[in-house]
């Protein structure tokens, strides 16, 4: 899946069934990760428009450009009575400044535990866990990585507050992840010397500067296994814009400081997204 294939589906939509009933941005966008969320945090919502007794696919394709590497993310996600979300997504992170690629697998699952995004005091609170399958394992072992294969589990909240910032809405998530990812899996979990989990933050706010218009911050902590290079967190600006229910663009400043040894890297997002 790519972004041919989905300017392909962009053009057929207007021939597809609605995607639920669901107001449009409050499934969010789709992380890097395949997950309803920011770019890079998930948030509580459950992916696409299906609310009750409904159902709905998300596609993506997305694309991370920083000074020394590249990620190419791509993936699905089925949304089930706002109360699951399944997906798969792949990504190939581009060594460009050394050579070579390493790529993975994820798969994932969200449950809606309680509360909801509007309409009920409580902030909406998910369940998610996320599978992760390197692919190129050899780099990653050769820096001390433990293993190829890893699971997160992470529990978020969010809450959308009405009338909040010059008369905006604001919404603001939390999510607290347990991870042994290296690099979020794309350097392998864990490492020779620690293989515990590590217990993560990650936030995101967002400005709704109209009803499909966000304009919102992230911060995503990361863990720091590896002795070859310090591992440190990343934080971004995005722009999300819903054109509709069936298609949204989400664009970002990216700031994902030192990987691997390399200077810091600033860059861009850039996702694309058809829901139906």
Not at 73 to 96: K, M, V
Not at 108 to 119: D, I, N, P, R, T
Not at 141 to 154: H, I, K, L, P
């Amino acid at each position: 899946m790519n972004l041919r294939l989905l300017l392909i589906i962009f053009f057929c939509l207007p021939t597809l069934a609605s995607a639920g009933s669901k107001i449009i941005a409050t499934g969010g966008a789709t992380t890097v990760e395949g997950n309803a969320g920011g770019g890079i945090v998930p948030w509580a919502v459950i992916n696409g428009y299906a609310s009750s007794d409904e159902w709905s696919v998300t596609t993506f394709a997305g694309r991370v450009g920083v000074n020394d590497f590249s990620l190419n993310s791509a993936g699905i996600a089925l949304s089930l009575d706002n109360t699951w979300e399944l997906s798969y997504a792949r990504q190939r992170f581009a060594l460009e400044s050394i050579g070579g690629s390493l790529s993975q697998d994820i798969f994932s699952v969200k449950y809606h535990l309680a509360g909801e995004l509007l309409y009920t005091a409580m902030p909406q609170i998910s369940l998610g866990i996320q599978h992760k399958r390197n692919l190129d394992f050899a780099l990653p072992q050769a820096v001390g990585a433990r293993s190829a294969n890893g699971t997160d589990f992470y529990l978020a909240a969010s809450k959308l507050l009405f009338n909040q910032v010059a008369g905006r809405n604001l919404l603001l998530n939390g999510t607290l992840r347990a991870s042994k990812a290296n690099q979020t899996g794309l350097l392998g979990f864990g490492s020779s010397n620690d293989n515990s989990y590590q217990l993560l933050f990650e936030g995101s706010a967002a400005v709704l500067l109209n009803y499909n218009l966000a304009l919102g911050i992230e911060y995503k902590q990361k863990p720091d296994n590896l002795a070859f290079a310090a591992e440190q967190h990343w934080r971004d600006i995005f722009i999300a814009w819903f054109i509709n229910k069936n298609v949204s663009v989400t664009g970002a400043y990216v700031d994902l400081g030192n990987i691997a040894g390399q200077g810091s890297q600033t860059g861009y997002y850039l996702a694309l997204e058809a829901t139906w």
